[in-house]
């Protein structure tokens, strides 16, 4: 017999079955009526009312418990079957989400990738293909940064045209570039008035807004990166800004080339010696003038200048194991001590790894700045935890100067400003022009006249001819100038030796008696 011919027997069968047992079913109640009728003496319509109402219960009752036996046998509970149907509808509402087209061609390609998206907007930019991509709650914007690759893969092209910005204050916005990178530079802020208490211009993104820090004041940075990546460039604009807003500097270049040489003028101290002594009597200077802040403010005198204290090349003082021991820790209590005395320390390093960027380094310089790495694990080891799809080992090779910042504001992507070394010069010559120098440091800067070393001898000869009284006896001699440069400067700057090897000669460094008079 055939499957179909089976059925309809089967059918037919159960037609008859049902037939009888409803022949049977209308006998039963037939009986169970006249039984209650000449029981209770009721008429024949209060009795059918009643044995309807009966039975009407009876089976409710008989259909409940049979569909609480079968939930149960399957393992189900009523709640468990009110979570089944929720999650029933938040499947069928994602199934409908899911179905919304976006109309533009990159809403399109990032739902091809699976990013759960809640609009896509195209946005105008000076040089691109700009986008606002708004990432569907509860997720942030990693779920689209973090596909960078896969982005450009689809779009045939390279990594590095495609960026991304972050929109300030907004974990599920963000602005998207397809195309060069950092091609709309602005222009420089004004920087008349510069408060170093209040936000300080950093960098710029990809629209070339400029973008701000809060009060660098009381923190520390770590500054690393390759070689030529742009960390010394930060570094002196960051100078700069300290200079024309009033604040102090102590510069320790531990590189020979001398980047910071345009400042030394107006520093209160600056070394260029690449040695241990140096770097270590820069942070003993530091720790020094954080003491006596503590005691001008407990005598309750007004707040001093914000300090900048710059170490860049960390490295240079830390290849002996021993000394290195030594400027780490020398570095720590220094980091500890001043952040209430107003002073910021920025070190830096081209060479991020961990035996130079130790524990104690990362511990003690909470502001990271990572520019361009050669690996992810460089990245991390500057930066630390960050967001997916954050790696300094992507930042663009075509935009010199991109870092990652990772600040009270966040971790944000963003091009350094640019300071021209003329403009460091002028700034310098306006914080020596506003000092107004006594008749003795008068006469000594004129007694230098272009010269940039005088000896001893030399300076006492040409203070002579100013109407100065000084002995000829070599040690009396001596104390005569430095009471002179005392004079005139309020200290005088430690006796150097300059000038060729064959003819070393004992002297002092007008760079550094404009240092004291700078500071004063």
Sequence with gaps: MSKKKQQAKDA????????????????????????????????????????????????????????????VLAGETPSGRSHQVKQETQAAAQEGAETVVFSTPMGQLLQRLKVPLESVETIPHPTGEGHMVRVAAPHTTAAVIRLREEIASELDMTQEAVNFAAVEGSIRNVRMLIGAPYTHIPELPELTGLDLDADIPLGYDLWGNILTMPSPIGKHFLVAGETEGGKTSFLKFLAYLFLVAGGRLVIVDGKPDGDYSDFREACDYYDNS??????????DYVREVAERRGRSKRDGNSRPEPMLVIIDEILTFKEDPVEGREFESALKLTASQVRSARILVACATQHPRDDVISTVIKNNLTVQVAF?????????????????????????????????????????????LFIADDMIR???????????????????????????????????????????????????????????????????????????????????????????????
């Design 12 to 71: 037919s069968d159960d037609l008859y079955g049902q037939a009888a047992g409803g022949i049977g079913g209308l006998a039963v109640v037939f009986g169970i009526l006249a039984a209650i009728k000449d029981k209770l003496g009721l008429s024949w319509p209060a009795t059918v009312l009643l044995t309807a109402g009966t039975l009407v219960a009876l089976g409710y009752a008989a259909w409940k418990l049979s569909a609480t036996v079968k939930r």
């Design 274 to 283: 690449l040695t241990h002594k140096g770097v270590m009597g820069a942070l």
């Design 372 to 416: 361009k790495v050669m690996s992810h694990a460089a990245s991390r080891m500057i930066l630390g935890t960050v967001p997916d799809g954050v790696n300094a080992e992507l930042l663009p090779a075509s935009a010199r100067g991109t870092f990652i910042i990772k600040d009270p504001r966040g971790v944000r992507e963003m091009r350094g």
């Design 426 to 520: 002028q700034a310098v010559k306006v914080r020596l022009d506003a000092v107004e120098p006594n008749e003795h440091a008068k006469a000594v800067l004129a007694a230098y006249g272009n010269a940039e070393f005088l000896s001893t001898e030399e300076l006492a000869n040409a203070l002579r001819d100013y109407g100065y009284d000084i002995p000829d006896g070599a040690q009396s001699m001596g104390v005569a100038v430095r009471d002179v440069i005392v004079e005139g400067f309020g200290a005088a700057p430690p006796v150097v030796q300059a000038g060729p090897a064959s003819a070393r000669r004992k002297g002092r460094r007008k760079a550094e008696l404009l240092a004291l008079l700078a500071r004063s």
